[in-house]
């Protein structure tokens, strides 16, 4: 079993910063890509950002040059640095990872965070 925890999610100002943590722990083989996605009120689950286990990253257009992924594979975790926060970005932020674990076999299965809730707000 593997378990996500998110942390850094609240209330910011339009223009402002957050840190988004994302820690995977349990019994990981290896961790292959991590990401970010989020899901607003009244509309489907996107992709924020997504890095691979060699630190290729993809952005979603609307974050491009705001947010940047990063991971840490001795810890098992993942950041989301989010910059020139928007009120469009209000959000439930969900971390992401497929982890190759050993079930009696290796395989790799996706997993993912509870959420926290990044809010844009004067």
């Known amino acids: 079993q593997v378990q996500l925890v998110e942390s850094g999610g609240g209330l910011v100002q339009p223009g402002g910063s957050l840190r988004l943590s994302c820690a995977a722990s349990?019994?990981?083989?290896?961790?292959?890509?991590m990401g970010w996605y989020r899901q607003a009120p009244g509309k489907q689950r996107e992709m924020v950002a997504t890095?691979?286990?060699?630190?290729?990253?993809v952005y979603a257009d609307s974050v491009k040059g705001r947010f940047t992924i990063s991971r840490d594979n001795a810890k098992n975790a993942v950041y989301l640095q989010m910059n020139s926060l928007k009120a469009e970005d209000t959000a439930v932020y969900y971390c992401?990872?497929?982890?190759?674990?050993?079930?009696?076999?290796?395989?790799?299965?996706?997993?993912w965070g509870q959420g926290t809730q990044v809010t844009v707000s004067s």
């Open positions: 349990g019994s990981i083989f290896r961790i292959n890509a």
């Open positions: 992401n990872a497929n982890v190759r674990v050993w079930s009696g076999s290796l395989a790799n299965y996706d997993y």
């Open positions: 890095i691979t286990s060699a630190y290729s990253s």
